[in-house]
């Protein structure tokens, strides 16, 4: 059901660190008008952990009103409090989102049969489409494959998987055993190509905030078995890949994208400006690259 890149969008601040809408309108017209697949307001990308409900329930109607259909919105609507994750999850398809991700329980490290229970409320909650959003390194827990496998099977709206787990192993047996028509993104721009490779559909991207054209291009020719050609954009991203994660994403792609003017170099607390060394380094690579 979904292909390509999904633009996991960031949440632009103004100086006052009120959501700017403005940027924000913005970057979404610039993401749709290079060809990305989707939009994913909300996400890790977004700051949703230090978004006020207000403030997160804005931001996607904000996302879906713009977009106006152009292409899908996913809107992230995930919490370690599963009450709180299906009224997200309920606004969100109220507002018009095409879908919804839903990002493991954090801090509280459920069980696998916890996990099951978590996703599996939320499912049934709403009748959009759910991607579950895998990443151990930021929540503490894992979404074992016949946990995944479980869902699936039993909640027809789960559709996909986000996979940010950081195995590649673990992804290509999700790939393996998924029933058919099930969804499998890479959630690091990284490894998108590899995912591909081994069947996978696509990626949430952070590096299409900036350059969607490049990871649309990259992740097209992937997809229709062009793996040479892809790899050379591949090769020609990777130091990009690695400087979007010098410092907690989403520091480092906000940084650039201030960089270019397209929105406030502001964050919320606990996130915070990017070193100056670490600033250099960003600059250095963005003129060689020409995106400066």
Known sequence: MFRGVYTAIVTPFNKDESVDEKALRKLIDYNIKKGVSGIV????????????????DKVIEVAVEHVNGRVPVIAGTGSNCTKEAIRLTQHAEKAGADGVLLVN??????????????FKAIANSV????????????????????????????????????????DLNQMKDVIAKRPEGFSVLSGDDNIALELIKAGGDGVVSVASNIIPEEMTEMVALALKGD???????????????????????????????????????????????LKPENKKKVEELMKRMKLI
């Open 105 to 118: 329980p954090y801090y509280n490290k459920p069980t696998q049969e916890g996990l099951y229970r978590h």
């Open 227 to 273: 793996y040479s050609e892809a790899e050379k954009i591949n090769n020609h991203l990777a130091e990009f890949f690695k400087m979007e994660f010098i410092e907690t994403n989403p520091i480092p792609i906000k940084y650039m994208l201030g960089l270019k003017g397209m929105i406030n170099d502001i964050y919320r607390l606990p996130l915070c400006e």
């Open 127 to 166: 009748k959009i489409p759910c991607i579950v959003y895998n990443i151990k390194g930021r929540t503490g827990v894992n979404v074992e494959t016949p946990t995944l496998m479980r869902i699936a099977r039993d909640c027809k709206n789960v559709v996909g998987v986000k996979e940010a787990s950081g």
């Open 41 to 56: 307001p909300c996400g890790t990308t977004g700051e949703s952990p230090t978004l006020s409900h207000e403030e997160h």
